[in-house]
Structures are given as C-alpha cells and as structure tokens.
C-alpha cells in the first residue's frame, strides 16, 4: 500500500521559514524511480503546483509565486522530498500536498501527471 506522510506543517509568521517533508513508503517501484511534486490548495481556492522535482534529482521546477523563496530537494536514501519554505507570505497558508509519477507523459505542473498522493499538511502564515 502507497503512502506519501507529510510533516511539519504549523504556524508561522509573515517573513519566517517552515519546512515540511513527505515521507514514502509501499511504491511499487524505488522511491528514486519516481519524479515528486509539492501542490497546495488555499480555502475556497483550487489545487494549484509549486514544485516539482525530476527522478533523477537533476531539474526542478517552481511556480512563479514561489521561485526564489522555496526550495525542494529529496533525499533519496531516506525515500524522503522536502520543501523549505522561506520568506513566507500571508498568501502562502493553504494544505500542502505531495505527490509521485513514473516516467509519463504530461507536464510536471499538472496534478493529473501524478499517481500518488498524500494527505496534506496545512500550513498558516499569520500577518
């Protein structure tokens, strides 16, 4: 059974830093075979992407409202993907979700390219 768990989302200040994980376990294949995404969907607002980074750890990927204040990485050893939040904005509080595809068409922005997803983990930026 595939489960993506993330962690460590909270509270936090306008201007702070958060990072949150997303743990994997029961893919079918090494975790290192699948290219992983960071979505979020803010209340009342659709599900949109925010990072993604390839299989073989070589290209990310950033929405325009987060390049440069976010960063993913995996740690393929722990089967693990993080997105260190940075610079955090008001407009950045929503659930935060993970998600794995294999090699497959459609593009890495789009939510339907991936096969797994994670529950979420919410994540509040006060003013």
């Known amino acids: 059974q595939v489960q993506l768990l993330e962690s460590g989302g909270g509270l936090v200040q306008a201007g702070g830093s958060l990072r949150i994980s997303c743990a994997a376990s029961?893919?079918?294949?090494?975790?290192?075979?699948?290219?992983m995404g960071w979505f979020r969907q803010a209340p009342g607002k659709e599900r949109e992407f925010v990072a993604a980074v390839t299989w073989s750890n070589t290209n990310t990927y950033y929405a325009d409202s987060v390049k440069g204040r976010f960063t993913i990485s995996r740690d393929n050893a722990k089967n693990t993907v993080y997105l260190q939040m940075d610079s955090l904005k008001p407009e950045d509080t929503a659930v935060y979700y993970c998600a794995a595809r294999l090699h497959t068409v459609g593009s890495y922005i789009d939510g339907r390219s991936y096969a797994y997803w994670g529950q979420g983990a919410r994540v509040t930026v006060s003013s």
């Open positions: 029961g893919l079918t294949f090494t975790f290192s075979a699948y290219s």
